[in-house]
């Protein structure tokens, strides 16, 4: 994320950088009960990617789904 900002900022006018960070990304549990674990859908992870280009944002980590926190 910090990366991302810095960048940012060394870019020239009209150039974004953006980062997506998708967390674990699958299918979903034939059974949500047995198989508790967080996922995330490739249409989640896709639309995500859709507003980082089309997006007017720079400087940002669009984080999607179940995503490990910032240490």
Known sequence: EA??????LELPRGIRAVAVSPGW???PPADPIKDPRPFTSARQVALAYLEAIEGTMTGVTIPVGAVHPSA
């Open 3 to 8: 990366f991302v900002r810095a960048v940012a």
């Open 25 to 27: 990304v699958g299918n």
